[in-house]
C-alpha cells in the first residue's frame, strides 16, 4: 500500500475493542482474553492485527461449496502478514434454496453482517460470498459497518458438456428447459443434461447477477486486482485468497475504510462496467442498495445516458457466447478495464491503497483473444440496460437490451394480464388461454411488496401453446425482477410497484401498450382519466403480515430505485446522485 499509517491515538483496536459492558473495562479484557485462550491463543497471537472472516458456507449453498478450502488460504494469507484470523458464520443464501426468493432475506444478511462486524474485535473483515444476494448484502453491511473490508468472491464454477455441446448454469438450464416445455427435447434426455450443468461448485459460469456482482466489486475497488474472474476451484482462487489475507492486514494496519473507497467516481466505475458486461439487471437494484448504505442515490435517467456511451464489450452468455472460465483465460478485469480506460475514474482508491489506474497499469499490456471486444468494435453499440419511462412506469422500468429480441424492440400489442404468480401458474398452460405471439403478457404482484421479496418471475415462460408453435420471444412486462442469466425482451421493476398502488395495478388484459426502446417509453395507452376511475374503482390495499421478519420487510422495504432496501438503515441527508460529481 502506498501509505501506512497507526489507528488514531486513544482509538482501541485488536482484542481491545467492542469490549462487553460489565461495568469495569478491565474485566471485561481480562474476562475476554481468558475465554479466547481456551480456544488455544496465546497472548502473542492476541497482539496481532485481528481480522474477521465472515464465513457464508453452507451445506444449502454449493456456490459457496469451497468456501473450507478459500478460508484456509485466507488464514494462511492473514498470518503470513502478521494478522491473527478470526473466522464467524453469516446468513448464507443460496438463489435456488431460498422461498420464496433469496432477496426476502437479503437486507436480513446485510443487517447480519453489519451488527458481527460491529459486536465483535476486529480491525478489518474478509467478506467471503459470491451467489447473487451474498455479495450485495455483505457490501451493504460492510459499508455502514464503517470498518476496513475486502470482498473474497468464491469464483464461478466449471462449464459441463452435452454430447459434443458446452453447457453451463444458468442460461443453459433456461435454454434446455424452454427446448422441454417446447417438446423439442425428451425427458429422458433433459435428464441427462441436468447433471452436466452444475459440474462443480460455484456460481453461474455466465454474466448471471453473480458473476455481475464479482465484476462490480472488482470495479468498486473492494477485491484486490484479478479477484473476480478465477473459477471455483481453481488453485490461482486460492491464491486470490491468500492475497487477500495479506492486504486485510494491511489494511487493517492502515485503517483504510470503505468510506474511502465506495466514493461517487467508485460506483460510476462500476456502472460503466455493469454496461460494457451486458451484466445483470439485478445489479440496478443492487448498486441502488449499496450506493445508499454509502449515502448516494443512483439516477436511473443519468445510468441510461451513460448507457449511450457505454457499449457492451464482453462476449459472455446471455448476451453473446463464451462463459466466465473464458473471460478469465482473455486477463478477466485487467482485460476489460483496459478497453474502458477513457471511460473510467482512474484515480478512484482501491483496497491495495492504490488508485485503480495504477492497478491497470500494473496488471501490464494486453493480449489477443476474442472474449473482450475493443471499443471500436463491441458486440452492443449501447450498454446492456436501457432504462424506460411512461405513464405505466413514472418511477422507472428497465429491459436488458443486449439480451432481447431486436424485432421486439419497438412493439405495440395486446395486454394479457396475469394478476399474480398463482394466477401465472394457473393460466399460462392453459389451451384456452386467449393469447397470441404479437401480445403483450403482463405479469403484477411480484414486485418488493407484491410478493413479497421481489423475485426472478419476471423472464416468465411463454404460454404453452405457443412455445409449441414455435414462439421463443414475447414482451413481458412485470414489477419484478430476472435472473441475470436470463434471455428475452423482458421489461422489469415497474416502478412503483401494483402492490403499493402503481399504474400497473390498474392494467386490463385487452389494453393496448407500446414499448420503444429507442425513445425509452413504456406507455398504457390509456387515458389518465380512465386510469383514475380504475384506481377509485378498485382500490389497492398493500400486503401485511402479523409478525416476525416478514412484517419489519413489509412495513420498512423501499421501491426498486431505492435498492428495496429498508427505509431505517439507509443514511438521512444523501451526499448526492450517481453518476454525478464527487
Same mark, same amino acid.
Given at each position: 500500500?502506498?501509505?501506512?499509517?497507526?489507528?488514531?491515538?486513544?482509538?482501541?483496536?485488536?482484542?481491545?475493542?467492542?469490549?462487553?459492558?460489565?461495568?469495569?473495562?478491565?474485566?471485561?479484557?481480562?474476562?475476554?482474553?481468558? !475465554?479466547?485462550?481456551?480456544?488455544?491463543?496465546?497472548?502473542?497471537?492476541?497482539?496481532?492485527?485481528?481480522?474477521?472472516?465472515?464465513?457464508?458456507?453452507?451445506?444449502?449453498?454449493?456456490?459457496?461449496?469451497?468456501?473450507?478450502?478459500?478460508?484456509?488460504?485466507?488464514?494462511?494469507?492473514?498470518?503470513?502478514?502478521?494478522?491473527?484470523?478470526?473466522?464467524?458464520?453469516?446468513?448464507?443464501?443460496?438463489?435456488? !434454496?431460498?422461498?420464496?426468493?433469496?432477496?426476502?432475506?437479503?437486507?436480513?444478511? +446485510?443487517?447480519?453482517?453489519?451488527?458481527?462486524?460491529?459486536?465483535?474485535?476486529?480491525?478489518?473483515?474478509?467478506?467471503?460470498?459470491?451467489?447473487?444476494?451474498?455479495?450485495?448484502?455483505?457490501?451493504?453491511?460492510?459499508?455502514?459497518?464503517?470498518?476496513?473490508?475486502?470482498?473474497?468472491?468464491?469464483?464461478?464454477?466449471?462449464?459441463?458438456?452435452?454430447?459434443?455441446?458446452?453447457?453451463?448454469?444458468?442460461?443453459?438450464?433456461?435454454?434446455?428447459?424452454?427446448?422441454?416445455?417446447?417438446?423439442?427435447?425428451?425427458?429422458?434426455?433433459?435428464?441427462?443434461?441436468?447433471?452436466?450443468?452444475?459440474?462443480?461448485?460455484?456460481?453461474?459460469?455466465?454474466?448471471?447477477?453473480?458473476?455481475?456482482?464479482?465484476?462490480?466489486?472488482?470495479?468498486?475497488?473492494? /477485491?484486490?486486482?484479478?479477484?473476480?474472474?478465477?473459477?471455483?476451484?481453481?488453485?490461482?482462487?486460492?491464491?486470490?485468497?491468500?492475497?487477500?489475507?495479506?492486504?486485510?492486514?494491511?489494511?487493517?494496519?492502515?485503517?483504510?475504510?470503505?468510506?474511502?473507497?465506495?466514493?461517487?467516481?467508485?460506483?460510476?466505475?462500476?456502472?460503466?462496467?455493469?454496461?460494457?458486461?451486458?451484466?445483470?439487471?439485478?445489479?440496478?437494484?443492487?448498486?441502488?442498495?449499496?450506493?445508499?448504505?454509502?449515502?448516494?442515490?443512483? $439516477?436511473?435517467?443519468?445510468?441510461?445516458?451513460?448507457?449511450?456511451?457505454?457499449?457492451?464489450?464482453?462476449?459472455?452468455?446471455?448476451?453473446?457466447?463464451?462463459?466466465?472460465?473464458?473471460?478469465?483465460?482473455?486477463?478477466?478485469?485487467?482485460?476489460?478495464?483496459?478497453?474502458?480506460?477513457?471511460?473510467?475514474?482512474?484515480?478512484?482508491?482501491?483496497?491495495?491503497?492504490?488508485?485503480?489506474?495504477?492497478?491497470?497499469?500494473?496488471?501490464?499490456?494486453?493480449?489477443?483473444?476474442?472474449?473482450?471486444?475493443?471499443?471500436?468494435?463491441?458486440?452492443?453499440?449501447?450498454?446492456?440496460?436501457?432504462?424506460?419511462?411512461?405513464?405505466?412506469?413514472?418511477?422507472?422500468?428497465?429491459?436488458?437490451?443486449?439480451?432481447?429480441?431486436?424485432?421486439?424492440?419497438?412493439?405495440?400489442?395486446?395486454?394479457?394480464? !396475469?394478476?399474480?404468480?398463482?394466477?401465472?401458474?394457473?393460466?399460462? $398452460?392453459?389451451?384456452?388461454?386467449?393469447?397470441?405471439?404479437?401480445?403483450?403478457?403482463?405479469?403484477?404482484?411480484?414486485?418488493?411488496?407484491?410478493?413479497?421479496?421481489?423475485?426472478?418471475?419476471?423472464?416468465?415462460?411463454?404460454?404453452?401453446?405457443?412455445?409449441?408453435?414455435?414462439?421463443?420471444?414475447?414482451?413481458?412486462?412485470?414489477?419484478?425482477?430476472?435472473?441475470?442469466?436470463? !434471455?428475452?425482451?423482458?421489461?422489469?421493476?415497474?416502478?412503483?410497484?401494483?402492490?403499493?398502488?402503481?399504474?400497473?395495478?390498474?392494467?386490463?388484459?385487452?389494453?393496448?401498450?407500446?414499448?420503444?426502446?429507442?425513445?425509452?417509453?413504456?406507455?398504457?395507452?390509456? /387515458?389518465?382519466?380512465?386510469?383514475? +376511475?380504475?384506481?377509485?374503482?378498485?382500490?389497492?390495499?398493500?400486503?401485511?403480515?402479523?409478525?416476525?421478519?416478514?412484517?419489519?420487510?413489509?412495513?420498512?422495504?423501499?421501491?426498486?430505485?431505492?435498492?428495496?432496501?429498508?427505509?431505517?438503515?439507509?443514511?438521512?441527508?444523501?451526499?448526492?446522485?450517481?453518476?454525478?460529481?464527487?
Amino acid at each position: 500500500m502506498n501509505e501506512d499509517r497507526d489507528p488514531p491515538e486513544g482509538v482501541p483496536t485488536g482484542m481491545r475493542q467492542g469490549l462487553t459492558s460489565y461495568g469495569d473495562t478491565g474485566f471485561s479484557l481480562f474476562l475476554r482474553k481468558a !475465554f479466547i485462550k481456551g480456544a488455544g491463543l496465546s497472548e502473542a497471537a492476541l497482539e496481532r492485527p485481528v481480522i474477521g472472516i465472515a464465513s457464508t458456507g453452507s451445506a444449502y449453498n454449493p456456490c459457496h461449496g469451497n468456501a473450507p478450502q478459500l478460508i484456509e488460504a485466507l488464514k494462511r494469507g492473514v498470518m503470513l502478514a502478521g494478522g491473527l484470523p478470526m473466522e464467524f458464520p453469516t446468513i448464507s443464501l443460496h438463489e435456488s !434454496f431460498a422461498a420464496p426468493t433469496s432477496m426476502v432475506l437479503r437486507n436480513l444478511m +446485510a443487517m447480519d453482517t453489519e451488527e458481527m462486524i460491529r459486536a465483535q474485535p476486529m480491525d478489518a473483515v474478509v467478506l467471503v460470498g459470491g451467489c447473487d444476494k451474498t455479495v450485495p448484502a455483505q457490501l451493504m453491511g460492510a459499508a455502514s459497518a464503517g470498518k476496513p473490508a475486502i470482498q473474497l468472491i468464491t469464483g464461478s464454477m466449471l462449464t459441463g458438456s452435452h454430447r459434443g455441446e458446452r453447457v453451463g448454469a444458468c442460461t443453459d438450464c433456461r435454454r434446455w428447459w424452454a427446448r422441454f416445455r417446447a417438446q423439442e427435447v425428451e425427458a429422458d434426455e433433459i435428464a441427462v443434461v441436468n447433471e452436466q450443468l452444475v459440474p462443480s461448485v460455484g456460481t453461474c459460469s455466465v454474466m448471471g447477477t453473480a458473476s455481475t456482482m464479482a465484476c462490480i466489486a472488482e470495479a468498486l475497488g473492494m /477485491t484486490v486486482p484479478g479477484g473476480a474472474s478465477p473459477p471455483a476451484v481453481t488453485a490461482e482462487r486460492m491464491r486470490v485468497a491468500e492475497r487477500t489475507g495479506a492486504q486485510a492486514v494491511q489494511m487493517a494496519r492502515a485503517g483504510l475504510g470503505p468510506d474511502r473507497i465506495l466514493t461517487a467516481k467508485a460506483f460510476e466505475n462500476a456502472m460503466r462496467v455493469l454496461l460494457a458486461i451486458g451484466g445483470s439487471t439485478n445489479a440496478v437494484v443492487h448498486l441502488a442498495a449499496i450506493a445508499g448504505r454509502a449515502g448516494f442515490e443512483l $439516477d436511473l435517467k443519468a445510468l441510461d445516458r451513460m448507457g449511450t456511451e457505454t457499449p457492451v464489450l464482453l462476449d459472455l452468455k446471455p448476451s453473446g457466447a463464451h462463459y466466465m472460465e473464458d473471460f478469465h483465460a482473455a486477463g478477466g478485469m485487467a482485460t476489460l478495464l483496459r478497453e474502458l480506460k477513457p471511460l473510467l475514474h482512474l484515480d478512484a482508491l482501491t483496497v491495495t491503497g492504490r488508485t485503480l489506474g495504477e492497478e491497470i497499469e500494473a496488471a501490464g499490456p494486453g493480449f489477443a483473444q476474442d472474449v473482450v471486444r475493443p471499443l471500436a468494435r463491441p458486440i452492443y453499440p449501447q450498454g446492456g440496460i436501457a432504462v424506460l419511462q411512461g405513464n405505466l412506469a413514472p418511477g422507472g422500468a428497465i429491459v436488458k437490451q443486449s439480451a432481447a429480441s431486436a424485432a421486439l424492440m419497438e412493439h405495440e400489442g395486446r395486454a394479457v394480464v !396475469f394478476e399474480d404468480a398463482a394466477d401465472l401458474a394457473l393460466r399460462i $398452460d392453459d389451451p384456452a388461454l386467449d393469447v397470441h405471439a404479437e401480445d403483450i403478457l403482463v405479469l403484477k404482484r411480484i414486485g418488493p411488496k407484491g410478493a413479497p421479496g421481489m423475485p426472478e418471475a419476471g423472464a416468465f415462460p411463454i404460454p404453452l401453446k405457443l412455445a409449441r408453435a414455435g414462439v421463443k420471444d414475447m414482451v413481458r412486462i412485470s414489477d419484478g425482477r430476472m435472473s441475470g442469466t436470463a !434471455f428475452g425482451t423482458i421489461v422489469l421493476h415497474v416502478t412503483p410497484e401494483a402492490a403499493v398502488g402503481g399504474p400497473l395495478a390498474h392494467v386490463r388484459s385487452g389494453d393496448r401498450i407500446r414499448l420503444s426502446v429507442q425513445r425509452r417509453e413504456l406507455a398504457l395507452l390509456v /387515458t389518465d382519466e380512465e386510469l383514475a +376511475a380504475r384506481a377509485k374503482a378498485n382500490p389497492v390495499r398493500e400486503p401485511t403480515a402479523e409478525r416476525g421478519y416478514r412484517k419489519l420487510f413489509l412495513q420498512t422495504v423501499l421501491q426498486a430505485d431505492r435498492g428495496v432496501d429498508f427505509d431505517f438503515l439507509v443514511p438521512p441527508g444523501p451526499k448526492g446522485r450517481i453518476p454525478g460529481g464527487g
